[in-house]
């Protein structure tokens, strides 16, 4: 300590007590240091020296301690010194100072004024801590905070793209909602969604986002994750890419994401990182990206069963046609729409002629094969917005939507002339001769709700059929031709 320090511990305490003050001083387990009113140093303890591996002369150089601190943080320390020094006030001030080996440790200067024996001021007593641990576990609990943060962050946008897609009620319905949320979780990171097509023996683009290349269809075979069942990051080898399918991904740096939902693999996310993409964002993104993958995955099975399940409900397992339950709601939400807009629209009652000799003759298998058959003929001669379904048995039905009587009467008679055109191939014999009865009823001019307007129809049927058959009737007996 300097002989200044010690002659005013002498006046006051006594030698013994004077160099008790000054071992603790110089021996204290931290760093002890003292300055004149200047700034310069006068005293650093044995602490402090073994610290910075500086001897005492070296320690008190006016140059010494700004070499020690790490140049980006001279600056900043300086400016905290001079300025307390200016104004004689108590400072603190943290920066990295540089320790014996050479490593930079983050220290933390506080400093109090000193005076002399008349109250001026006459320097400060300071003390240096090694905060380089706290400073890892502050930084360790800002980075923890920042990943709880980015986790709820991730949950929360992930519960609110789970909430939209179940709104949705097709599938090509969830591509702008899975734009928008992968957008915001991924920020500008390329990725592409592949499915499964219905047969599974290809995977199919459906979704891009900042792809570099257009996307193709490729076999599940190709692809390296789908073969492995999880995750897999393409990376350049000596001998080429791991994955067959690498050039249509990404190539170097393709993360790719098997999507799986209700334990069956529906398809594959892709990221294209590029090359040398670090492993920390990798793992991060195999980590929140297949959590992704799965609710989406999950979403579009659920729609794709909805879709399949609705499908079963309205239409006729043979024909494929639409059901008597789907036709008889189309029927009253038509007259509801015409109601109001005055629409005019037709009902077709179809009935096949002597199908249940054709049935007795070549059997229940070949009467499938007529019923499927005249399902074709119907959809194929019927406009796209048309409703043609199996009423029951051999008898049809069909709404024809925006129609007038004129025009339904030259439909009914183009779908009599295709049936009776008509030739099957039932297990090598040509089958011919099949006609069909058609009786029409249209919306407002023959009836004006739906039981009406379906017996109206049945009557004209039952009319055709008693005028021989294979012939087109209307509601009051006129015979189209």
Not at 397 to 424: F, H, N, S, T
Request: aromatic letters at 8%; charged letters at 25%; one cysteine or more.
């Amino acid at each position: 300590m300097a002989s200044s320090s010690i002659a005013v511990m002498e006046q006051g305490t006594g030698a013994a007590d004077a160099a008790l003050f000054r071992d603790i001083a110089r021996y204290a387990p931290t760093m002890l240091w003292v300055s004149d009113a200047r700034g310069a140093m006068i005293f650093l303890n044995e602490q402090y020296l073994r610290f910075t591996g500086l001897t005492a002369e070296q320690a008190r150089s006016p140059t010494s301690w700004k070499e020690q601190v790490h140049p980006d943080d001279r600056e900043h320390a300086m400016r905290a010194y001079v300025d307390a020094l200016a104004d004689r006030r108590a400072f603190s001030v943290e920066y990295r100072l540089r320790r014996h080996d050479g490593m930079y440790r983050a220290v933390l200067d506080l400093a109090q004024p000193r005076r002399d024996s008349e109250g001026g001021f006459d320097g400060y007593i300071g003390t240096t801590f090694d905060i380089t641990e706290r400073k890892a576990q502050e930084a360790a609990l800002v980075e923890s905070n920042r990943a709880v943060r980015e986790q709820s962050r991730e949950l929360n946008l992930l519960y609110e793209l789970k909430s939209d897609l179940q709104v949705c009620r097709e599938v090509d319905e969830t591509l702008p909602v899975l734009a928008k949320y992968l957008g915001r979780m991924f920020g500008e990171r390329a990725l592409a969604i592949r499915l499964y097509n219905n047969s599974r023996d290809l995977v199919e683009p459906f979704l891009a986002l900042g792809c570099r290349t257009p996307l193709a269809a490729f076999s599940p075979e190709r692809c390296w994750a789908l073969r492995k069942g999880k995750s897999h990051f393409e990376e350049t080898t000596a001998f080429g890419p791991v994955c067959p399918n690498a050039a249509s991904c990404g190539g170097d740096g393709a993360l790719c994401l098997p999507m799986t939902a209700f334990g069956e693999c529906v398809g594959v996310m892709q990221f294209d990182l590029g090359a040398g993409a670090d492993s920390v964002l990798v793992d991060a993104l195999q980590r929140s990206g297949q959590r992704v993958a799965d609710e989406v995955a999950a979403a579009i099975e659920e729609l794709k069963l909805r879709a399949r399940l609705h499908h079963q409900s309205v239409r006729d397992p043979l024909t494929q046609l639409y059901n008597r339950r789907y036709f008889i709601e189309s029927l009253a939400r038509e007259i509801n729409r015409a109601e109001q807009g005055a629409a005019e629209f037709a009902v077709l009652m179809l009935d096949l002629d002597h199908f249940k000799l054709f049935n007795d003759t070549h059997g229940h298998q070949g009467g499938d094969v007529v019923l499927r058959e005249f399902g074709k003929v119907l959809v194929r001669t019927l406009r796209g917005g048309d409703v043609p379904c199996r009423y029951g048995g051999e008898e049809f039905a069909v709404l024809m939507l925006d129609c007038p009587p004129a025009g339904a009467w030259r439909r009914a008679e183009e779908i009599r002339a295709a049936v009776a055109a008509m030739a099957i191939d039932h297990h090598g014999t040509v089958v011919q001769g099949i006609t069909t009865s058609i009786g029409v009823a249209c919306f407002p001019a023959d009836a004006g709700n739906v039981e009406q307007l379906v017996a109206r129809a049945d009557d004209a049927l039952y009319r055709a059929k008693k005028a021989g058959r294979d012939r087109v009737c209307g509601h009051a007996g006129t015979d189209a031709s």
